[in-house]
């Protein structure tokens, strides 16, 4: 597609279950970025892919986060035994990976945990 | 958490009129990007300013850049009513990719 697509769009899950988000990003993109976004507030980073290498993983806020891009182009984000504070909107980004590149947002999947 | 912030938090203007927006950041930045996002959907980059550049334009929009100050302003000039969108400030570090965002400014444009 011509740009990067998430889904599901909107996901509710019950305290306690797991959860899978799924990034596509844009075709030949080497990179690949998780962001949370909370209501009213900035992006905040989660993670990040180089191919499927995942480089950095320091945003994640807990072990119960796990993300991964095994044939570096799709990503999933899993979240084991949600809780109530990961309602948000999961943001994924995915860039060609040389110098500047801007990132390419996708609509983000927007989770809340009842 | 937030390494930065972006004032005013939300900003009204009369349609026709010009709008700025401010960024400060702690660290020392490889390059500055602006982003802007529609309610409910993804952010969309607009322009982006080296660390070794002052001031860029792109249509609308001029971007500053003071990095003794660790600061950067967007101004949108003869705002639209679909310039309505919350803008957001995101930094690079040296060789790294990762961005760090503002906490971002709702505009909003009076028709």
């Known amino acids: 597609g011509a740009g990067v697509s998430q889904s599901p769009r909107y996901k509710v899950a019950k305290r306690g279950q797991d959860v899978a988000l799924r990034c596509d990003p844009i075709?030949?993109?080497?990179?690949l970025f998780w962001y949370q976004q909370a209501l009213g507030q900035g992006p905040e980073f989660l993670t990040y892919f180089q191919n499927e290498a995942q480089l950095d993983k320091s945003g994640l806020p807990s072990d119960r986060f796990f993300a991964e891009r095994p044939e570096g182009s799709v990503s999933t984000l899993k979240i084991q035994r949600t809780q109530q504070e990961d309602s948000a909107v999961y943001l994924c980004?995915?860039?060609?990976?040389?110098?500047?590149?801007?990132?390419?947002f996708g609509n983000g999947t927007r989770l809340t945990v009842t | 958490s937030q390494q930065g912030e972006e004032d005013p938090q939300a900003l009204s203007i009369q349609e026709g009129e010009n709008a700025t927006m401010n960024c400060s950041y702690k660290?020392?930045?490889?390059?500055l990007q602006w982003y802007r996002q529609n309610s409910g959907r993804g952010l969309v980059h607009l322009i982006l300013i080296r660390s070794n550049e002052r001031e860029k334009h792109s249509g609308r929009l001029r971007v500053t850049l003071d990095t003794s100050k660790k600061s950067s302003s967007l101004l949108i000039t003869a705002s639209r009513a679909a310039d309505t969108a919350s803008y957001f400030c995101a930094w690079a570090n040296f060789g790294n990719e990762k961005l760090t965002f503002g906490t971002g400014t709702r505009l909003t444009i009076i028709p």
């Open positions: 075709s030949g993109h080497v990179s």
């Open positions: 660290t020392s930045i490889n390059n």
């Open positions: 980004a995915s860039s060609p990976g040389a110098g500047d590149s801007p990132l390419h």
